[in-house]
């Protein structure tokens, strides 16, 4: 497992710089100027050209990347055009927000998923199976934001049960972190949950029509200890690699949710950054979420030589 994971790290390395290059470089396709939306349309040309020089958009594309590379090394990535405050220090106040919902999605969309998956595998062609595919089929067709509206609507403001929105953190009170971020992460967590159970019961039904299974089955061993200790783990696989994609796809959304409960992360940032068009702010949170999605990757591939010992071999 050490030599599969050292593999792992060493080749995220060429990765990390491909990524760098290109966060850095699709910005200079997004049209408008930078120094224009600081100064304003009333600035004279003379501002307009001491901006630019000052912010150093002057200099060559290589000078301006090889600057800023050197600065996110460091763990520098730069100061907001707007506020002068540091982009490190501003993602770092906003992360555990959009982290604290990506990750209670996550758990909450696999243990929903996984369970439903093999509840439909196990009761396959019966009524309960039909249901959750029902189910399935829904969680993945309906929105996101109109879920969030109808949850908050529903459970907020009729049944006063939940709070509508903001965010307290874990440390300040466990309870109130919790009460605060069930909506939020329900509503983030249904459409993976169901991609996630559609995988989930496509493999364990496969896996339980193997021979070893049949054999097991045979010799009289209880349906449970079949499933829970032979079948889950390798119809596993795939469902893993499907887990590691929701991630990204978790940091997406957020951007929405945060939105409508009004919760200050990192979504909330990029998107305040984007109108305001703050180049070093956007180009911080793109990277921070991007590296925390290649991470998330690692782990996946990490994981499958946990689950099949011919990937540590291979």
Not at 86 to 98: E, F, G, H, S
Not at 169 to 197: D, F, K, N, R, Y
């Amino acid at each position: 497992m050490l030599r599969l994971t050292l593999r792992r790290l060493a080749a995220l390395i060429p990765l990390l710089f491909i990524v760098t290059v290109v966060v850095w470089g699709l910005l200079l396709l997004i049209p408008g100027d930078p120094a224009q939306s600081l100064v304003g349309d009333s600035a004279t040309p003379e501002q307009l050209a001491a901006v630019r020089e000052e912010l150093g958009l002057n200099d060559p594309a290589y000078e301006r990347y090889g600057r800023w590379l050197g600065g996110v090394v460091r763990g520098d990535l730069g100061t907001s055009l707007f506020t002068s405050y540091q982009v490190t220090d501003a993602i770092t106040d906003r992360l555990p927000v959009t982290l604290s919902l990506v990750a209670c999605s996550f758990v909450l969309a696999t243990i929903l998923g996984m369970t439903a998956g093999v509840v439909a595998a196990t009761h396959r062609g019966r009524w309960l199976d039909r249901l959750l595919t029902v189910g399935t089929s829904v969680g993945v067709a309906v929105p996101n934001f109109w879920l969030g509206l109808v949850l908050v609507t529903f459970f907020a403001m009729k049944l006063d049960l939940f709070p509508a929105g903001d965010y307290v953190g874990l440390t300040e009170s466990p309870l109130g972190w919790l009460h605060h971020i069930t909506l939020p992460a329900v509503t983030l967590a249904l459409a993976a949950a169901a991609e996630i159970a559609r995988q989930m019961r496509a493999s364990m039904v496969d896996v339980l029509e193997r021979d070893y299974v049949r054999t097991h089955r045979a010799r009289g061993m209880p349906e449970r200890a079949v499933v829970g200790r032979y079948a889950l783990k390798n119809a596993a696989m795939p469902v893993v690699t499907v887990a590691g994609l929701q991630v990204a796809r978790l940091f997406g959304l957020s951007t929405i949710i945060e939105q409508i409960f009004n919760m200050q992360g990192v979504g909330q940032l990029a998107v305040d950054s984007v109108f305001k068009r703050d180049v070093p702010m956007i180009q911080g949170v793109v990277l921070t979420i991007t590296v925390v999605v290649v991470l998330t990757n690692l782990v996946v591939d990490v994981s499958y030589g946990l689950l099949n010992p011919k990937v540590r071999e291979s």
